[in-house]
T-cell receptor, first 118, second 118 residues
Framework: KAGVTQTPRYLIKTRGQQVTLSCSPI?????VSWYQQTPGQGLQFLFE???????NKGNFPGRFSGRQFSNSRSEMNVSTLELGDSALYLC?????????????????FGNGTRLTVT | AQKVTQAQTEISVVEKEDVTLDCVYE???????LFWYKQPPSGELVFLIR??????QNEISGRYSWNFQKSTSSFNFTITASQVVDSAVYFC???????????????FGQGTTLQVKP
């Protein structure tokens, strides 16, 4: 079974530009979550999508947005990039969401997209 | 509020030594889930274990073992006979149960960098 696939692996953008990152979940997984990882703040939750609907959102400005398609693939977009947006962006998928008491549904992460803003 | 603390920032051991990574968590929920993830230099977070708050049994998987103690809010991870390939950053994480509206959101500790020297 293929794992979570994120594209591209690396991106270099300039302040003020926008960027779109892509994530293909494990086949059969309907929940996709996004995380930002930086040396200073660590791993922080951005948002989670399930069946094309955003179910949960972290404390990030509105410049960070996402969506999920009918095939469960997800994209996240960051507009008006700032230097502080430089980070590793990780996508994770699970069958129903990691807090599902009905079964074992841990998050499976991709390799991430390394975004550098100059 | 939920919080995960990994007090050990970096640990260095020599191959074949045993090493324990500490994790202390805070939550007011009665139902929650705890996780350990490994992050090798490639960046991908690799799922190691998921434990729910009602299951305090310790678990062993090969050279890995986990000790969950609700009385001390700790979920420690021990690697027996460490190997160079165990070198990575290890994260402990916490999530609320499905019905709490926090689907897909993991609260991560700051991580412990483990270096195993040959």
């Amino acid at each position: 079974k293929a794992g979570v696939t994120q594209t591209p692996r690396y991106l270099i953008k300039t302040r003020g530009q926008q960027v779109t990152l892509s994530c293909s979940p494990i086949s059969g997984h309907r929940s996709v979550s996004w995380y930002q990882q930086t040396p200073g703040q660590g791993l922080q939750f951005l948002f989670e999508y399930f069946s094309e609907t955003q179910r949960n959102k972290g404390n990030f400005p509105g410049r960070f947005s996402g969506r999920q398609f009918s095939n469960s693939r997800s994209e996240m977009n960051v507009s008006t990039l700032e230097l502080g947006d430089s980070a590793l962006y990780l996508c994770a998928s699970s069958q129903t969401g990691t807090g599902d008491v009905r079964g074992n549904s841990p998050l499976h992460f991709g390799n991430g997209t390394r975004l550098t803003v100059t | 509020a939920q919080k995960v603390t990994q007090a050990q920032t970096e640990i260095s051991v020599v191959e074949k030594e045993d090493v324990t990574l500490d994790c202390v968590y805070e939550t007011r929920d009665t139902t929650y889930y705890l996780f350990w993830y490994k992050q090798p230099p490639s960046g991908e977070l690799v799922f190691l274990i998921r434990r729910n708050s009602f299951d305090e049994q310790n678990e062993i998987s090969g050279r890995y073992s986990w000790n969950f103690q609700k009385s001390t809010s700790s979920f420690n991870f021990t690697i027996t006979a460490s190997q160079v390939v165990d070198s990575a950053v290890y994260f402990c994480a916490l999530t609320r149960s499905y019905g709490s509206g926090n689907t897909g959101k993991l609260i991560f500790g700051q991580g412990t960098t483990l270096q195993v020297k040959p």
